[in-house]
């Protein structure tokens, strides 16, 4: 049974941090990437990671602020966060793509067939 749980997820001013964490499990993926959705928006990129290789892509609204990492050992993926501004509060997904099962660029949701519940993250300012 394939899953993605994310974890990390919580309330924090504006300025601070947060890593978020998202352990998968059932099969091995290509590519790990993680979405946000605010109340009455779309769900947005936010960044991806090539599990081989360790390619990063990156949103350009969290560029410079957020990194994704993995670590394939624990098949877990994270997101560091800093500087966090108010508009960054969201639900955060963990999404994940099975190794070549897409050629749709990372930024794409259609991209991914894994997805986890999802974790709050809310900044105050």
């Known amino acids: 049974q394939v899953q993605l749980v994310e974890s990390g997820g919580g309330l924090v001013q504006a300025g601070g941090s947060l890593r978020l964490s998202c352990a998968a499990s059932?099969?091995?993926?290509?590519?790990y990437a993680w979405f946000r959705q605010a109340p009455g928006k779309e769900r947005e990129f936010v960044a991806a990671?090539?599990?081989?290789?360790?390619?990063?892509y990156y949103a350009d609204s969290v560029k410079g602020r957020f990194t994704i990492s993995n670590d394939n050992a624990k098949s877990t993926v994270y997101l560091q966060m800093s500087s966090l501004k108010p508009e960054d509060t969201a639900g955060y997904y963990c999404?994940?793509?099975?190794?070549?099962?897409?050629?749709?660029?990372?930024?794409?949701?259609?991209?991914?067939?894994?997805w986890g519940q999802g974790t709050q993250v809310t900044v105050s300012s």
């Open positions: 990671i090539d599990r081989v290789g360790g390619g990063t």
């Open positions: 999404a994940a793509s099975a190794i070549g099962s897409s050629l749709l660029p990372r930024h794409q949701r259609a991209r991914y067939g894994y």
């Open positions: 059932g099969r091995t993926f290509g590519t």
